[in-house]
């Protein structure tokens, strides 16, 4: 009996094994064949789309920044300039929310009041909200307020305290002990800084996976910049019309080259970091 239930756990082992491994395929394989295309000519790449480079064609990866543009009301836009807005919304939307979150979390998980309980439920019920249903609402809003087309108005957005982080602070603050912050009282100290000077160091492990997780999926949105930001392209939104006018253009090899170049970034961050995730987060929750 203990063979046959050893050779069973070992079977569903390798099957289990078989089926990430086929999955973890389906995924690399796609940006490896873009990766590979990229260094061709394109005279190359339409010969045989499968086959290896035969000379690493580098000026791919320079074209891409000299040759190709789009045109806004507010002027022209290459990659590098949609690469730098990317950064500054990226960086600049992620330490916002981050902050916003931590503060909203920490307020409604140490200080007791009347509506705090209210407060809470509202929070969570917004995040089970599907986003279209608030979309002409916050389009008329942010035109009424005069933030729509401006980057003030897209780190508006992007400060929502209510979510996903809000959510998992709220635990890691539940958690800690209110000690901390008692001890600092009696020496004097603010409600400000208690949460500056203590609860931030105590939180800056998950801050920091939360804000890792967070930056990569603001790189990756399309759907804000689009809608409130559309006269000045971050790369997400960008790179729609540059591959357009590279696939007009017959010129497939810059196009992946592109899609390489917006790609890297994320990639990078995550293999620096993924050691950072993984050890501040774990089973849906955080830990410090």
């Avoid at 986003?131 to 400060?159: E, H, W």
């Avoid at 809608?227 to 939104?237: E, G, N, Q, R, S």
């Avoid at 960008?238 to 970034?265: C, D, H, N, W």
């Amino acid at each position: 009996m203990k063979v046959n239930s050893k050779l069973k756990h070992d079977l569903l082992k390798w099957f289990v094994f078989i089926i990430f491994a086929i999955y973890a395929i389906t995924l690399i394989f796609p940006f490896a064949w873009m990766l590979v295309n990229s260094f061709k000519e394109n005279n190359e790449f339409f010969r045989n789309i499968w086959s290896l480079p035969q000379k690493f064609y580098l000026d791919n990866y320079i074209r891409v920044f000299s040759d190709f543009y789009i045109d806004t009301p507010t002027g022209r836009y290459n990659l590098l300039s949609m690469f730098v807005i990317s950064i500054i919304t990226t960086v600049g939307g992620t330490f916002i929310n981050i902050m916003v979150s931590s503060m909203a979390a920490y307020v409604i998980a140490k200080y007791k009041f009347k509506g705090s309980n209210l407060i809470y439920s509202l929070a969570i019920f917004i995040m089970i909200v599907p986003i279209v249903g608030t979309l002409p609402a916050q389009y008329r809003l942010m035109q009424d307020l005069g933030l729509y087309n401006k980057l003030l108005g897209l780190f508006v957005l992007y400060s929502g305290g209510f979510g996903f982080n809000f959510f998992m602070m709220y635990g890691f603050f539940k958690s800690i002990s209110w000690t901390y912050a008692e001890a600092a009282f009696v020496d004097g100290a603010g409600d400000f800084r208690v949460f500056f000077k203590i609860m931030i160091p105590l939180a800056k492990a998950p801050m920091i996976s939360l804000a890792i997780i967070h930056a990569i999926g603001l790189w990756n949105d399309f759907t804000t910049p689009s809608i409130y930001l559309k006269d000045y392209p971050t790369l997400a939104v960008g790179i729609r019309s540059l591959t357009a006018k590279m696939v007009a253009q017959g010129a497939y090899s810059e196009m992946f080259a592109t899609m390489i170049i917006s790609i890297l970034p994320i990639i990078i961050v995550f293999v620096l970091f993924q050691k950072t995730i993984m050890e501040n987060t774990f089973a849906g929750g955080i830990k410090g």
